[in-house]
């Protein structure tokens, strides 16, 4: 059975992408991240959705992103900011995490390597855009170049490990739509930055994500405070 | 002043591309990481390092790259191999950590973005070569391309951090040498696999290292078992 790891944060996106590497009948190998974020609380979510894909192996990478510093999201000292979500591309948010997705998808690419599976799965997007630089369709593109000479499978043996980006071109609305019809349990999901029980509504990742249930339609199953 | 982040493993090749980039001018940022590598000893060499060049800051990351698997140098039960000083290309030892230098060069680049620095510096070389894809000179090219898209600080703002890799085109022999001359305090270092007190001059690091020093016509100052 073909092998796909999928970085696996326990919000909308991410459920989604695993999904959609699920229905492509590949066999999930899932990895997530404690890196001293404020909402660690999304860890469980990303928990009950690999279980709920019947997910081979789910591992947990710790590690320590605060000491490196800059972000809303990592940093207890700086305030997580309203949301916007009309964002223009100049317009980063202190949510911004340094080069978060470059060191997830290198980690991704490694545990890739070591199980030796065909693909990576990351649910980025850029059309309801979070104002991250490394969501954009050219962040992949050049991550895509880099992976076919950073690893012994692809530099020797010559395998490349594909990385799949099956949101980057959809709106918020698009991405609910497509998770309730591919049947994600979107209640065990969680995409608020502040880190509650309950999603705080006003931040920008709750707003795409409201945004996108609005548009679409449908009611949003988790609890808002 | 302008900064520097610094990958620090207290080894040789990482001691000398510190100084370099002190005698460049720059502040340096050391970055270590404490990956679970069974040489967790090179630590102590990296801080004594970092302190001898005055860093302004040393960051420890933490992450346990152990639960990635695939390397003699993160799992106890795959043996450190014996050393082979003149290995082949396609010939990469167990002791490759699947993209340790794209996840570690990921977290320098989110490190320098951080602080505003200009430069990230890296010790890799690939003529007395480790064997490991990720220390060639076309994975660094292919990093650069991504470094410049990858960032909030080159996406938006159009500022490059530039990617330095000092000895890159240098035998282990011309590092010794330089390392000589630039007054690295070659005593300090760390650059066994194994990870005891004394290194065991039979793996691969080990091997290369010897070789450098025997060429430059140098004592190595380390006690070997």
């Given at each position: ?19 959609v590497?699920?229905k492509?009948g590949?066999e999930?190998?899932?990895?997530s ?34 000491a ?33 997705n ?42 895509r ?7 012994k499978?692809?530099?020797?043996d ?5 990385i799949e980006?099956?949101l ?9 739509l497509?998770?309730?019809e ?15 029980e ?15 249930f609005?548009?679409?339609g ?5 609890p808002?405070?």
């Amino acid at each position: 059975m073909k092998k796909a790891v999928v970085l696996l944060s326990g919000g909308l996106d991410s459920s989604t992408c695993t999904a959609v590497a699920k229905k492509e009948g590949y066999e999930i190998y899932a990895i997530s991240f404690d890196y001293h974020q404020r909402h660690k609380i999304e860890l469980k979510s990303a928990k009950a959705i690999a279980d709920f894909y019947g997910a081979k192996k789910h591992i947990f990478i710790e590690t320590n992103m605060d000491a490196i510093g800059g972000s809303a999201l990592t940093d207890g000292n700086i305030t997580v900011p309203e949301g916007d979500a009309n964002r223009s591309f100049n317009d980063v948010p202190d949510t911004y995490v340094p080069a978060r997705n470059l060191i997830f998808l290198s980690y991704a690419l490694a545990y890739a390597e070591a199980i030796e599976a065909e693909a990576v799965f990351i649910g980025i997007n850029s059309v309801d855009y979070s104002g991250y630089p490394d969501c954009r369709p050219e962040f992949i593109e050049k991550f895509r170049e880099l992976a076919d000479v950073a690893t012994k499978i692809s530099a020797v043996d010559k395998k490349k490990i594909k990385i799949e980006t099956p949101l980057l071109n959809l709106s918020k609305k698009e991405i609910v739509l497509s998770a309730t019809e591919l049947g994600v349990p979107l209640e065990l999901t969680h995409s608020c930055y502040v880190g509650g029980e309950k999603a705080c509504g006003v931040c920008d990742s709750c707003k795409l994500r409201l945004k996108g249930f609005a548009e679409a339609g449908i009611k949003d199953p988790v609890p808002y405070a």
